[in-house]
């Protein structure tokens, strides 16, 4: 076969191609003007109708779509997200989805209306484990006063405060961030933290200047000491600091 007759096959193919795309979007655009005769279709309306066919089709599997729950969160269907979940069979699922509806409403930026809705979660487990994701979420975006608030009624600042701790480290405020880790039980985290941070800005050099400022001596060694692992300091900076080598 030529190369004229080549070009001519993948011509046609990709003719062949375009006109089977257009009449299957030809053939689903008549069979939602079918079903929804009138007006336009919305996202919400599809998804909706998505569930229907589940349960027409008598409700097999565990429960529907995963995807069709996830859509519906994400799109900000929170009421409809919620009626899919409790459609789910097993305990399990159910449980997962509520949690991760208040994790994706967070996410959104809905935080009040993703504390609302713990009060219809069932379970202390479920609800602790809802109350953690916003406050996580809350903390990760730097409003650490509502995430304390938030996590106050299980009592898990720690977690709170090494999230906030690394959203400071992200924007560059690390002598906040050794503020932070200060005042928490395993704060030395975010030291590695700091540290890789560091390095990738090419600013190893502030290191032992950071350390300085500490007033904790202990601590100040100890951050040293951490990010060592993920910092290439010079040896005279360390030896002037913590009096190891490397």
């Known amino acids: 076969m030529g190369p004229l007759s080549e070009r001519g096959l993948y011509l046609g193919l990709k003719v062949a191609a375009s006109v089977l795309s257009v009449c299957v979007a030809l053939g689903l655009g008549w069979m939602l003007w079918q079903r929804f005769p009138g007006h336009k279709i919305t996202d919400q309306e599809l998804l909706r109708e998505a569930v229907a066919e589940w349960k027409g ?142 390095r990738l800005r090419a600013e190893q050099s502030r290191a032992p200047k950071l350390a300085a400022q500490m007033k904790d001596p202990k601590l100040a060694a100890l951050f040293l000491e951490c990010a060592r692992f993920t910092l290439s300091f010079r040896k005279e900076e360390v030896n002037n600091y913590s009096g190891d080598t490397l």
């Open 57 to 198: 089709a008598g409700e097999s599997g565990s429960g529907p779509s995963y995807q069709i729950f996830e859509q519906q969160a994400a799109q900000g269907y929170y009421d409809d997200a919620a009626d899919t979940a409790h459609l789910f069979k097993s305990t399990e699922d159910l449980n997962w989805s509520m949690v991760e509806l208040t994790k994706i409403r967070s996410e959104n930026g809905d935080i009040q209306g993703a504390k609302n809705s713990l009060h219809n979660l069932d379970g202390s487990d479920v609800r602790a484990k809802a109350t953690r994701v916003i406050a996580l979420i809350q903390a990760y975006r730097g409003d650490l006063a509502g995430a304390l608030e938030t996590i106050a009624p299980i009592g898990q600042s720690d977690e709170v405060l090494l999230a906030f701790g690394q959203y400071q480290v992200e924007h560059g405020d690390f002598e906040g961030a050794l503020n932070t880790a200060a005042r928490t039980k395993s704060g030395y985290q975010l030291y590695y933290d700091i540290g890789d941070a560091l």
